[in-house]
């Protein structure tokens, strides 16, 4: 099997360029190497196996008796496209899947199982809700994978085949974005302008009320507002950060520096104001919607999952194009307390939306039935709707790619993990216990001549890093410029140790509460260690809390009448204690349990 050519994202140009997820391998038992494990083993396996129960693969054989959505065709190519970035070996659940989608291919390109045929509607007639050129885009990124790893050189033609399809009839622009950022990957695998030229018009015909108004307005749709002149990123979260992501995509190709500069404003202001301490996005369950600026709260967190690895898609872009590494920053947040929360131990149930408040026990879900509420509660083998499952399938399997770039001047480390790097003439050993320890050697294996750079990026919350023992500003790009050789090592400390997080008092949501964070691990209280009500649970913040726990008291509340008072304080009546913390990627995994991540402060 050849190498990989690289990875999702190949830009043409930017500040920094991608590395092949076979530059970057991870080793030994650590936790993105065992998730990535999980992947192949569990996750895969699962998604693949519930696909074929709910008959959302058989659609392809026999689409006149088609089952679920009109947006199911997808998980069947986002699962291919993670069988393809996968190290494992899937050749052959590649090549029926492959064979299968290619047989559905109509003779002049169209490919979609829910439209067209008889007691279907007809092909291109609900630009809101049809998930058309949705379906395709992820095709297109399938048949990406695929022409970039040589693993199912026929599901290329076949992703083409429907790309030309598109560009010849044109049909509008659909109510859900994702092909944008396809056709400009297709371009940049191809080299057919065409492809590049239908994503920009794609991107700049959205804003202008062209589709049909809804009762969710057509800022849920995106198409309420120009890209060059929006803000900040609104409506349904997923839509509006794949919109995004593939502005950018086009933004690069074409040298269009007003788009990218429109888009970096939009993504600042909602990581400023829109954003949950998580990485989340989105905090409306209704229209699964960004709220309005500070509108946060966490018992309403709406925080899919899928709008997390949209998040990462557009982060790395930026930062592929803009050489900013604070970008780093918003994927490491949402890897370690988005993607790694929404994945059951054993690969075979999944979190669709994230809350950061669960108020009662979360429920016992039978592993056998497909939950149709998928806009909360525990984790599900399935969901009605099951977008997330194999988004987070195909994020995994290509997440080496994620983690390190290069640049004609060294190798650029922007998350942490045990890992092997070959990049930028520089071979190295990256050994660490992160997030569990704040240590990470970095030895070089083998180095080019001449003078190399290493860049080490410094989280924003690393107050006390060290590089080699010397102090370094958190929030910036440490650059370490030597003529390397082999074994030399270089040392980062990042400061793990709990920390207090206070929330912008704008989020009225959480006024009047702090949060504990570890490194870049979010923490929680869970009333399985805790043993009581946490909605009574109030803390004192006046001394930084310990290794795993947390002191305060749990308030003993009098039932009355009427819920308000003109004084009181139930707090000054409670009970001493001192209350464990827990990782929030964990919670939930060992039985029902409520739990929250913002904690009230005692009054002093």
């Not at 996750?43 to 659609?59: K, Y």
């Not at 291109?124 to 970039?148: K, M, T």
């Not at 790395?316 to 947040?333: C, N, Q």
């Not at 726990?549 to 749990?554: L, N």
């Amino acid at each position: 099997m050849r190498a990989v050519e690289c990875g999702p994202v190949v830009p043409s140009s930017g500040a920094f360029r991608p590395v092949s997820p076979e530059s970057v391998r991870l080793t030994g038992h650590g936790f993105w190497a065992d998730r990535r494990a999980l992947n192949a083993s569990g996750i895969l396996p699962h998604a693949h196996a519930w696909l074929d129960r709910m008959g959302w693969t058989q659609n392809f054989r026999d689409p006149a008796h088609h089952t679920g959505r009109e947006f199911t065709d997808s998980e069947i190519y986002k699962l291919l496209e993670a069988y393809c970035w996968d190290d494992a070996d899937h050749s052959a659940e590649i090549g029926t899947l492959t064979a299968l989608v290619a047989e559905a291919q109509d003779k002049d390109g169209y490919l979609g199982t829910a439209h067209g045929r008889d007691g279907q509607h007809a092909r291109w007639s609900d630009p809101n809700f049809g998930h058309e050129l949705y379906c395709l885009g992820h095709l297109i990124q399938a048949g990406v994978a695929a022409a970039r790893t040589g693993k199912a050189p026929g599901l290329l033609q076949v992703a083409r085949r429907a790309a030309d399809h598109v560009v010849r009839i044109d049909p509008g622009i659909c109510g859900h974005p994702e092909i944008e950022t396809a056709l400009v990957e297709l371009y940049r695998v191809t080299g057919d302008v065409r492809y590049l030229e239908q994503a920009a018009a794609f991107v700049d015909r959205r804003g202008h009320r062209t589709l049909p108004e809804h009762e969710f307005g057509w800022t849920y749709f995106l198409d309420d507002t120009p890209v060059r002149d929006a803000t900040s990123l609104r409506g349904h979260a997923v839509r509006a950060l794949y919109l995004a992501a593939g502005a950018v995509d086009v933004a690069v190709e074409t040298g269009d520096t007003e788009l990218l500069a429109a888009v970096v404003r939009q993504f600042d202001h909602t990581l400023a104001r829109r954003t949950y301490l998580t990485g989340g996005m989105g905090s409306r369950h209704q229209d699964e919607s960004f709220g309005d600026d500070f509108v946060l709260p966490p018992d309403r967190a709406y925080s899919e999952t899928c709008a997390g690895v949209a998040t990462i898609m557009l982060a790395h872009r930026l930062l592929l194009a803009t050489g900013d590494v604070r970008y780093g920053d918003i994927v490491e947040r949402i890897l370690y307390n988005v993607v790694a929360t929404a994945i059951a131990d054993d690969g075979r149930a999944f979190f669709y939306a994230h809350t950061l408040h669960q108020r009662t026990p979360t429920e016992f879900v039978p592993a056998d039935r497909a939950q149709l509420r998928f806009g909360g509660g525990p984790r599900a083998p399935f969901f009605e709707v099951s977008c997330c499952l194999p988004n987070v399938a195909r994020l995994l399997a290509s997440l080496p790619a994620y983690l390190v770039t290069s640049s004609a001047e060294g190798v650029q480390l922007h998350q942490y993990a045990s890992m092997d790097v070959t990049a930028g003439g520089l071979t190295l050993a990256v050994r660490t216990r992160y997030p569990d320890d704040g240590d990470v050697a970095i030895e070089v294996r083998r180095a080019d001549q001449g003078e190399r750079v290493l860049t080490l990026r410094i989280p924003a919350w690393a107050a006390g890093a060290t590089v080699d023992g010397l102090p370094v500003e958190p929030g910036t790009a440490v650059r370490v410029r030597r003529d390397f050789i082999r074994g030399d090592v270089v040392r980062l400390h990042l400061p793990v140790t709990p920390r207090w997080t206070r929330p912008d008092p704008r989020i009225d949501a959480v006024r009047g509460c702090v949060a504990v964070e570890a490194g870049p691990l979010v923490m929680c209280v869970e009333s399985l260690d805790a043993r009581q009500n946490l909605d009574h649970l109030m803390v004192d913040a006046s001394e930084a809390p310990g290794a795993a726990v947390v002191k305060g008291r749990f308030a003993d509340p009098t039932d009355a009448r009427w819920p308000y008072r003109s004084n009181g304080d139930d707090c000054a009546h409670g009970t001493p204690t001192v209350v464990p913390l827990v990782p929030y990627h964990r919670w939930a995994r060992r039985g029902p349990a409520t739990m929250r991540v913002w904690l009230p402060v005692m009054p002093t």
